[in-house]
């Protein structure tokens, strides 16, 4: 992996418009295991209801507990393999933001976060968008085997790693916060 380059504070990034809607899902996968599993979707068949980015590389951040951040391009300067490795090998890293064509993910240990720059109350009033969301939403519970997914208005991933650090965590801070919420059980498969 090449040497950290730190980005520099207010540093343009492809997606800073705002997020209005996440989609959070819980995963038992570490956060390396979490972006890689990403970062190989997004760069073989790529998710079928989320669109991926239209560079020919895939925009890594990663950010560590003293809050420095630094960028790799996928498969330009590090492998996915590379880098999930990098991360499972730097406990010191608590979050990775992976760019996609409109909006982003993020990635907690525990968590997967699809951010959409979409407001939440279209995804409440509007039933072309909450089939939209809804299918996104799907498809990210099922890439990583969730029991149920949060779609969250704005914010609601700021609480993760402080106010927040488990699933039921996270749903009992977004009920205190009054975050609007709407959390969606997965059936089982058969």
């Not at 540093?11 to 390396?32: M, N, Q, Y």
């Amino acid at each position: 992996m090449p040497p950290r380059e730190f980005l520099r504070p207010g540093a343009p990034r492809l997606d800073d418009s705002g997020v209005t809607i996440e989609i959070l899902v819980p995963t038992t996968r570490t956060l390396g295991g979490a972006t890689r599993a990403i970062l190989d979707q997004l760069l073989g068949s790529g998710f079928f209801n989320i669109d991926s980015p239209t560079t020919p590389y895939v925009l890594a951040e990663l950010m560590n507990v003293d809050t420095e951040e630094w960028a790799a391009r996928v498969p330009e300067e590090s492998s996915a393999e590379e880098l999930s490795e990098a991360i499972k090998a730097d406990r010191q890293i608590v979050r990775v933001k992976i760019d996609l064509r409109v909006g982003h993910f993020l990635l907690f240990p525990g968590f997967v976060i699809l951010c959409r720059p979409d407001p939440y109350e279209e995804f409440e009033t509007d039933p072309r968008a909450r089939q939209i969301v809804g299918r996104e939403a799907l498809e990210l519970a099922q890439a990583f085997l969730a029991p149920e997914i949060v779609i969250a208005g704005d914010a609601a991933s700021d609480f993760l790693g402080s106010e927040a650090t488990t699933w039921e965590g996270l749903k009992e801070v977004l009920e205190e916060e009054v975050i609007p919420h709407t959390v969606i059980p997965i059936p089982a498969r058969a």
